[in-house]
Nanobody
Framework: VQLVESGGGLVQPGGSLRLSCAASGFTFTDYHMSWYRQAPYKERELVATIWSGGSIEYADSMKGRVTISSNSAKNILYLQMNSLKPEDTAKYYC????????????WGQGTLVTVSE
């Protein structure tokens, strides 16, 4: 399993970013795919999940301002983030969990999002 995030950067408050996670080494649709974030000095928290069956779930952390999606033909997971706030500054990670063994989670290296003037 290999996960490579991209798309992070510096954005002004109120702006938007789309993060991508390129996945390889596994059958994308057999995995629960999630986005997490970790702000400085804080614990990693869930942002959103696409379950292997296709349903989507958002955590309260960014609900209403983010959209998770995927392109299974290209094995890419996306996170569209809108109305960004300074408190959204964090490193964003994608993760993959095989639906048979969801207790094991693979991670990418993360992409840094900074929301600032």
């Amino acid at each position: 399993v290999q996960l490579v995030e991209s798309g992070g950067g510096l954005v002004q408050p109120g702006g938007s970013l789309r993060l991508s996670c390129a996945a390889s080494g596994f059958t994308f649709t057999d995995y629960h795919m999630s986005w997490y974030r970790q702000a400085p000095y804080k614990e990693r928290e869930l942002v959103a999940t696409i379950w292997s069956g296709g349903s989507i779930e958002y955590a309260d952390s960014m609900k209403g301002r983010v959209t998770i999606s995927s392109n299974s033909a290209k094995n890419i997971l996306y996170l569209q983030m809108n109305s960004l706030k300074p408190e959204d500054t964090a490193k964003y990670y994608c993760s993959a969990r095989y639906y048979v063994t969801p207790q094991f989670e693979d991670w990418g290296q993360g992409t840094l999002v900074t929301v600032s003037e």
